[in-house]
């Protein structure tokens, strides 16, 4: 199982950016996904969700509104769209997966994961 995260890199304080991760060797339309970011020093911590299904789309307080998650089962993919990004949204973003009914919303809910990409945003 791979899970390829894309789309990190720099932007200005206001801008944006869309991450992207694309899953193989697993049936894709069989898992939740979800998003997390790490910064040095500090636990791996939820950002967004979403379900098999599309059904249930769940975001932290400090990207709700900003951020949107989506995904397309046809291309096994997951997205996060992150506008006006701030200076504390800097992190590694990792995506996840999981098939079990568990809620995806904590790190050890995980079954796989990405191998992360870096977001930086200046001030």
């Known amino acids: 199982v791979q899970l390829q995260a894309s789309g990190g890199g720099l932007v200005q304080t206001g801008g944006a950016l869309r991450l992207s991760c694309v899953a193989s060797?697993?049936?894709?339309?069989?898992?939740?996904m979800a998003w997390f970011r790490q910064t040095p020093g500090k636990e791996r911590g939820f950002v967004a969700r979403?379900?098999?299904?599309?059904?249930?789309?769940r975001y932290s307080d400090a990207v709700k509104g900003r951020f949107t998650i989506s995904r397309d089962n046809d291309k096994n993919a997951v997205y996060l769209q992150m506008n006006s990004l701030k200076p504390e949204d800097t992190a590694v973003y990792y995506c996840?997966?999981?098939?079990?009914?568990?809620?995806?919303?904590?790190?050890?809910?995980?079954?796989?994961w990405g191998h992360g990409t870096q977001v930086t945003v200046s001030s």
């Open positions: 996840a997966a999981d098939d079990s009914r568990v809620v995806l919303s904590t790190p050890d809910a995980a079954k796989y």
């Open positions: 060797g697993l049936t894709f339309r069989d898992y939740n």
């Open positions: 979403i379900s098999r299904n599309y059904g249930s789309i």
